[in-house]
């Protein structure tokens, strides 16, 4: 009976396919023109740093480009095809715009015009971030896009108020060796945690592509540390090695199915690092799990393109979709796990645009440990946006966030405080393991740009509080914070396109604190 009804919605869902009417229009000629980082600004203003600084640059290759796009000359004209090369090009983290211009040719055939404006991608720097009293100061030496070619390497020296130092690396290509597969490798070495992190992916490219794969592996060493009003109480060690195989066949277009298998491997060793301290008996005991697993992914997809969202007037692309995901792993002996369970997890979600200039997002993720008729580990995290934009340059953004969970280790822990949310609150000042947050922002932006560097302020208030795992959630408990603060969008940089500093008081301590960072405290990218 079962699977007669995933049988029936499948053929439901591809029967349900837009279908393309053919067409006798065909694809002449392809013209790329590949523009520098400032060339646009030279075109109005005679300027010597941006000529300096297109003399430095260089400019992504063409084939790097053209290996992008969807369609070839000779082939009929899909306009969906260009679309999604439009947006895959865009998706390179080196690519700013990207303007597509289609041309009538001689006989049954078009012209195909790619524009594309490169982004700054070398940058030698010092930056900060922080809130509520902790701070991170940062040398970094990045390039984007090394010779032109789409990779990147990232490398960071980073020094923090509460000596969290070290060094990372960071190097990725979206198309190794050319070909479809994504490689990135990540290596740090910081005070708390190390870590050598290993992924490969062949990506759904496009929206005709069938199959997907990926592969991760993930060797952690923490010195991990458990806070109470802001302070740290303890610390012990947990090393982590993990393992994840996934394959995925693709049916339908718009209307997806999207079955996958998968073999996880987690293997979890803790130890003592302070000796005859009480709190080490909050210590977990090593624990392996291993297993084969398989699930389902339903969802619907659309395109769509937005400004002034969450960047300073750059293309957002928008994966405006509805989803539902399950996926059970199964751990013991036979998989070589010492720990038996079945792990289930349940997924949902949306990102829509129900009316013009109105945006809403909604994540939801359950998980479990089902051992036999009883359940453990049980977490269930939400989070929901809303974006109204009443004009090209005002946003009303709000957000909430919920995490609860109950029957986990002993050492399990939510913080809230400081730059991860509560911004008018010490760093980690609450703790627990059931959480609510409330975020509201109106967001300015501004026309006026120095330097390519776009301006733009906030206003700010937050809610939120951590209960314990014997408190009763009470509306009551909530503490809040209130504040403004400046936004700056790096209208041509690569690394960052928005860097923030907010200014917060929080309503019942009379304290404030100054929070900044790059990027948004809250997106809608998390709902993509």
Known sequence: ????????????????????????????????????????????????????????????RERVIRRELLVREGEPFDSM????????????????????????????????????????????????EGGGGR????????????????????????????????????????????????????????????????FVSYPFYK????????????????????????KEFFRYRRDITSFLLKGIRAFGKFNRIEPYLQYVYNDNDYGIELMDN???????????LSGPGLGFKIYTLSFATARYLDEFGTTEDLNKHLTFDINT???????????????????????????????????????????GSTSERII??????????????????????SVFAWQQQPDYQLVLGGNNGLRGYSDRYFDGCKLALFNFEYRLFTPIEIFTVGLGAVAFFDAGYVWDDHERVKIDDLRSDFGLGLRFGLTKSSTARTVRLDMAWSSDMSDWYISFGTGNLFELARFK
């Open 329 to 371: 792993t199964w751990s013991g002996p036979t998989f070589k796990g010492d720990y038996e369970a079945a792990l289930l997890e349940i997924k949902s979600g949306f990102l829509q645009e129900p009316i013009a200039n109105v945006y809403t997002g909604f994540k939801n993720i359950y998980s479990c440990y089902c051992n």
């Open 278 to 288: 009480p709190y080490n008996v909050l210590i977990p005991e090593d624990e392996v």
């Open 81 to 128: 095809a260009l679309y999604e090369s439009a947006k895959n090009i865009r998706a390179l983290p080196f690519i700013g715009e990207v303007y597509m211009d289609i041309k009538n040719a001689p006989g049954d055939s078009v012209d195909v015009d790619v524009t594309t404006e490169d982004l700054w991608t070398t940058v030698v720097g010092i930056s900060g």
């Open 135 to 198: 701070y991170v100061v940062s040398l970094y030496a990045d390039e984007k896009n090394i010779a032109g070619l789409g990779m990147a390497v990232e490398t960071t020296l980073k020094f923090a108020s509460d000596d969290d130092n070290g060094f990372s690396i960071h190097a990725y290509d979206n198309r190794f060796l050319g070909t479809r597969l994504f490689t990135d490798v990540w290596c740090k070495d910081f005070t708390f945690d190390e870590q050598l992190k290993l």
């Open 1 to 60: 009976m079962r699977i007669f009804i995933c049988l029936s919605l499948l053929s439901f869902l591809i029967l349900c396919e837009p279908r393309d009417v053919g067409s006798e229009t065909y694809i002449r000629k392809i013209r790329l023109k590949r523009l520098n980082v400032f060339d646009k600004e030279l075109e109005h203003e005679n300027n010597f740093i941006y000529k300096t600084a297109n003399r430095l640059h260089i400019v992504t």
């Open 380 to 401: 269930n995290k939400m989070e929901t946006a809303f974006y109204f934009k009443p004009s090209t340059y005002h946003l009303l953004a709000v957000r909430y966030l």
């Open 207 to 230: 929206i005709d592509t069938r199959w997907s794969f990926s592969c991760s592996f993930n060797r952690l060493k923490l010195r991990k540390r458990l806070f109470h009003d802001g």
